[in-house]
């Protein structure tokens, strides 16, 4: 048999010592970033066509933070049927939000994507949640307040809506959840929901912390009013060139000439151009404003052509996407079927808490 040298042995060993060490570390740091990540959850209702307050309020933010956080993201379709109430407009919608989200860069290979309705655990523990929570406190969102000051009638569903949030945060342990600022409230709702279930029920929940990035807290709409889709506001973040060029001309504006100088912080214009300039260019049209010269029209011109440029190669990757909805569908599937056995567990664990296992 193949003899080694002692010299060669001893040189032998070591190596093998050194690759044993550093095959140690990289499984450790497998196993952290696998297991050891902090949970993050978020969602967009299929309520309509995604805008651009969307993306840099929400959207953004789960792709930045996917490869971070051990994410789930889902289409809020449960919390849609309150508003959208038609079959075809409804699927289409979900449909719309999944290939939003893979073209803005979430990967189903990191994230859990799936569908809210995939999931109808959730309904089963808003209900409990409704269980411990009294009108007079739902009767202080200010979503309700709005609907109610609009619509003679507010839905059972739109008033109960923050415990269905409540439900979709808890069930999945969610550490952080990244959203828009009108969306605090929706956040606190959860966390003292979680504290009055852990006091009724004994221990069972995480308490949630809201993430919202201040600078893109609230995108103005056209109108000035927060973009939404319910509001007719918006800029679709894929809609056509015409489609975006016709929402951006409607932007409204004061009614200074371009000659008068104007002050940026209050021209929803600028607002929008922030999200899309930064350094030096930023500060370029800043000083355009303030100098005088620069008309309304040029500047809604010049955030046009920010805006498609912006959106050029996520248009492209749509567009695969487009051409094969089955595959959209199957990455939805999936993705509730990762989170599947986790929801089981800790839907026995809550209905251990309540009582109603037997
Ligand atoms: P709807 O009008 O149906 O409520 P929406 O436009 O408000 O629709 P949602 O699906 O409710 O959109 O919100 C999805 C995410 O996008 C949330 O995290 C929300 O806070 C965020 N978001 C929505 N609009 C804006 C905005 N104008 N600026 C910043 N974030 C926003
Ligand atoms: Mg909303």
Redesign the pocket.
């Known amino acids: 048999m193949f003899k080694l040298p002692n010299s060669r042995k001893s040189t032998v060993g070591f190596s093998i010592y050194m690759i044993n060490k550093i095959c140690a570390k990289v499984a450790l740091f497998w196993y952290y970033t696998a297991y050891m990540k902090k949970r993050l959850l978020?969602?967009?209702?299929p309520?309509?066509v995604m805008?651009i307050?969307?993306y840099?309020?929400?959207?953004k933010q789960f792709v930045d933070l996917q490869d971070k956080y051990d994410s789930s993201i889902f289409i809020?379709d449960l919390h849609?049927v309150t508003?959208t109430q038609n079959k075809d407009n409804l699927s289409k919608n979900i449909l719309e939000v999944a290939m939003d989200y893979l073209a803005c860069g979430l990967d189903p290979e990191k994230v859990n994507l799936f569908k809210q309705s995939d999931i109808p655990e959730v309904a089963e523990l808003a209900w409990y949640f409704n269980c411990i929570t009294t009108v007079s406190y739902l009767e202080r969102a200010t979503t309700y307040k709005d609907a109610h000051m609009k619509a003679k009638e507010v839905t059972a569903g739109l008033f109960d809506y923050p415990m269905l949030m409540a439900a979709d945060i808890l069930i999945e342990d969610a550490d952080i959840v990244?959203?828009?600022?009108?969306?605090k409230q929706h956040i606190e709702y959860a966390r003292d929901t979680a504290q009055k279930f852990n006091n009724t029920f004994g221990e069972t929940f995480k308490i949630p912390e809201a993430l919202i990035m201040k600078e893109?807290?609230?995108?103005?709409?056209i109108d000035g009013r927060?973009?939404?889709?319910?509001?007719g506001n918006?800029i679709p973040l894929f809609g056509s060139d015409d489609e975006i060029k016709k929402a951006v001309m409607k932007i409204v504006t004061d009614s200074k000439t371009p000659e008068e100088p104007k002050d940026p912080e209050k021209c929803n214009i600028f607002a929008l151009h922030k999200l899309f300039l930064q350094g030096e260019s930023l500060q370029d049209l800043r000083a355009r404003y303030e100098h005088g010269g620069l008309g309304y029209k040029e500047s809604k011109e010049m955030l046009l052509n920010e805006i498609i440029a912006f959106i050029s190669p996520m248009r492209k990757k749509r567009e695969s996407y487009m051409n094969n909805p089955e595959k959209v569908i199957s990455i939805l599937k999936e993705g509730a079927n990762k989170i599947k056995p986790r929801i089981t567990e800790k839907m026995r664990i809550i209905r251990d808490n309540i009582g109603v296992n037997l």
């Open positions: 978020s969602g967009v209702q309520s309509g805008h307050g969307n840099f309020g929400a959207v809020a849609a508003t990244p959203v828009g600022a009108d969306q893109v807290a609230i995108v103005p709409g927060k973009m939404s889709k319910s509001y918006t």
